[in-house]
């Protein structure tokens, strides 16, 4: 269920990906979910999308498409900044969506890298939230 979440979130969101390269994706994705330190759900008689946290930082946040600014994504950012203290998210730089998601949310630029984490030239910008007044 949640790789199906992934799935969708990612095709309306990651849209300078190629459909073979998220299929490409999802043996990493299945294996994130099965080894991520802490795995959060947010349900409404079914799961509506899911943040993956290590340490301080969001590893996963994903959302059904199909429930999109609806406010889940919020719900579930400003609980792990609340609850678990999250000061870190890496986002892709051309997802502009999820950028300004984060950035409304209070997190800024700290750092860019050129490429993903499996190497691919996706740049990858570095975000952290500093310890200031809750949004």
């Not at 949640?2 to 299945?30: D, G, Q």
């Not at 051309?94 to 050129?114: K, T, V």
């Amino acid at each position: 269920m949640m790789l199906n979440i992934w799935e969708r979130s990612v095709t309306a969101t990651h849209i300078f990906l190629a459909k073979k390269e998220i299929e490409a994706l999802k043996p990493e994705v299945l294996n994130a979910l099965q080894t991520i330190d802490q795995l959060y759900g947010y349900y409404d008689d079914e799961i509506l999308g899911f943040m993956g946290v290590e340490g301080e930082k969001i590893e996963l946040l994903f959302v059904d498409a199909k429930v999109r600014g609806q406010g889940v994504g919020k719900k579930l950012l400003l609980y792990g900044i609340k609850q678990l203290k999250i000061k870190y998210v890496d986002v892709n730089e051309e997802n502009q969506q999820g950028f300004g998601f984060y950035q409304h949310l209070g997190f800024e630029i700290m750092g860019r890298s050129e490429f993903d984490e499996q190497g691919k030239p996706f740049p990858i910008l570095q975000l952290k939230r500093e310890a200031h007044g809750e949004n």
